[in-house]
């Protein structure tokens, strides 16, 4: 782990982020709070979360284990509804709308990479890399045309006929990161993505969402517990116990 001091208190601030954001936010959470009953009990997970996030940002959102980045990820992908505040989706309200809307919006603003892979275990990687495409209903054959390229992208389409539990971790990542891209969605999201990885591997997947976000103008935002991704995003949003925190708070990670 890199020592701490590496980050500096003012590093959250827009005045110190690498790029100078422009325009309207691509996703905004205002006032956002989540609970779960858990037996008889509410558990209070986040508190009143608050995040921005502008065109072209790559933001890496920071807290340790159970501090409620998974939680916050799906409900900012509208993949559960947050128990108030709202979710601003590309200027549009998600808070309510139907889950089949919500999906339309998330598939033309999302590509999603979670930290392991849901493939459809009967589905070969060419197939599995194909689906986002078939709830568009764009034909088979341009499915797997487009697939293809995506996995010729990533070094993968030596692989395309694989079932995708037979590759490694690293290997799988790189998939899943195809899958994301192949409706070519102005936002990346990535929960723990080198969390499975040796550090290799870890880099090689670091230096794809770079490149994402430099050459190709991509938002990327990914989750992490691990402070050493710090350097690659040009902003950092630090998270602990549900709350997102400022200043001096965020060296104990
Ligand atoms: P992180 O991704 O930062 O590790 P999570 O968002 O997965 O954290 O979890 C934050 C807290 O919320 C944990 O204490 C976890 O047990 C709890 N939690 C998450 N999902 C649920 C759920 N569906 N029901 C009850 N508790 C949950
Ligand atoms: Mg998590």
Same mark, same amino acid.
């Given at each position: ?201 870890? =880099? ?6 770079? =490149? ?15 402070? =050493? ?11 602990? =116990? ?12």
């Amino acid at each position: 782990m890199k020592k701490q001091t590496a980050i500096t208190p003012d590093t959250n601030s827009s005045a110190s982020a690498k790029k100078v954001s422009r325009g309207k936010p691509l996703l905004e959470v205002t006032n956002v709070t989540k609970s779960f009953k858990v037996g008889k009990n509410l558990m209070h997970v986040l508190h009143d979360i608050n995040i921005a996030i502008m065109p072209e940002e790559f933001i890496i959102i920071l807290g340790p284990s159970g501090s409620g980045k998974s939680t916050l990820l799906n409900i900012l992908l509208g993949l559960e509804p947050s128990t108030t505040g709202k979710v601003v989706m590309n200027g549009i309200d998600i808070t309510n709308k139907k889950i089949d809307q919500i999906s339309k919006i998330r598939y033309h603003n999302f590509g999603v990479i979670f930290q392991k892979a849901d493939w459809v275990r009967s589905l070969d990687v060419l197939q599995n890399t194909s689906l986002p495409l078939a709830i568009n209903k764009v034909r088979k054959k341009e499915r797997l045309k487009r697939a293809l390229e995506q996995l010729t992208k990533v070094g993968m389409d030596d692989h395309a006929a694989y079932m995708p539990t037979e590759l490694s971790g690293g290997q799988q990542q790189k998939v899943s990161l195809a899958r994301a891209l192949i409706n070519d969605p102005p936002i990346v999201v990535a929960d723990e993505p080198t969390g499975n990885l040796d550090s290799v591997s870890a =880099d090689k997947v670091m230096n794809i969402f770079k =490149d994402l976000n430099e050459r190709l103008h991509k938002t990327v935002i990914m989750v992490t517990h691990n402070i =050493d991704y710090v350097r690659y995003a040009s902003r950092t949003i630090y998270v602990r =116990d549900g709350t997102i925190v400022q200043g001096s708070e965020q060296l104990i990670v």
